[in-house]
């Protein structure tokens, strides 16, 4: 509807966030889902393999409409083993209505992040995961006002051994798309930081991303502690910056916060003599990390804007 406006001309894009799209822990919403999908998809989802060709349906509806992002917001990787079969058997569990034990829950979940980034990989978008969120944990909260509405926290799930199982299945398979990594406990900067130079490829320069400091952490701490390890173990003149969450427009001010604080934190270095005092140099890398990199990285088509 925004495209439609010829008034607004600020350009509006989604992203897809699939993550009811696994969520087979409660299977009467989940089927709920799955027939909304199919109705969408104008699919009849009667097995796993049409429940795959309604969602790459979608996924090339929102790529018209120039999607070019994916989100999952998850407590941790999942990937456990399975075969093509199980996960079959595991849809038609769950949809004759039965409910699943704990390692088929986990086994589909750890399907659908694979065929979800293959469906990335096939059209050049960047995964992006959400790890570490404990949600819901006021039972009685919940049931008087629903999901999502604060009282959530940090989690401290396993992270490192499932990701990068994750990772490199999809690596193994030259189908990685590429990847931003979010983690919520400040606690896996260091596992989120070494991560990611176990996958680049040179394909694109920073492919794999440890990304900003999300939720609990875009604070001035929060945020100076994920630059400082991306830089102590990365490369942080390859960072693509901050983010926000556009569904709350008092969020889009953490963008100005983000550059005082990163403009802080590369003049305390130069200050110190961690990095060279050349004003132009940082100027420049400043300004890739405050829009350039993320301009070349996401592949909006976004006009470049000269280096202050």
Known sequence: ???????????VLPTFRPDKGMAVE????????????????????????AYLDAIRKR?????????????????????????????????????????LDAFEILQFKSA??????????????????????????NT????????????????DFEIARPLSSLLDR????????????????PADNAVMASMI???????????????????????????ETQMDFLSEMGLLSRFVGMVTDSRSFLSYPRHEYFRRILCNLIGRDMADGLIPGDIELAGRMIADISYHNAANYFGFDLKPVPAS
């Open 170 to 185: 999809l690596d193994q398979r030259d189908a990685l798309p590429k990847t931003i990594l979010y983690n919520l406990n």
């Open 26 to 49: 409660n299977p009467a919403a989940f089927n709920a889902w799955v027939d909304r999908l199919g109705q969408a998809a104008d699919v009849d989802v009667s097995s796993f393999s």
């Open 140 to 155: 009685r909260r919940f049931n008087e006002i629903g999901p999502d509405t604060g009282f959530d926290s940090i989690g």
């Open 197 to 223: 130079g176990n996958f680049q490829d040179g394909s694109v320069p920073g492919k794999i991303q440890f990304g900003s400091g999300w939720w609990f952490n875009d604070t001035i701490r929060g945020m």
């Open 112 to 137: 659908m992040l694979v065929e979800f980034g293959l469906m990335d990989a096939e059209k050049n978008w960047t995964y992006q995961l959400h790890l570490g969120a404990l949600r819901n944990n």
């Open 59 to 99: 996924h090339d509806f929102f790529h018209q409409t120039g999607c070019r992002l994916s989100d999952h917001g998850i407590e941790t990787a999942y990937a456990e083993d399975y075969t093509d079969t199980q996960v079959a058997a595991v849809f038609a569990k769950i949809r004759s209505g039965k409910t």
């Open 1 to 11: 509807a925004i495209a439609a406006d010829p008034s607004f001309d600020i350009r």
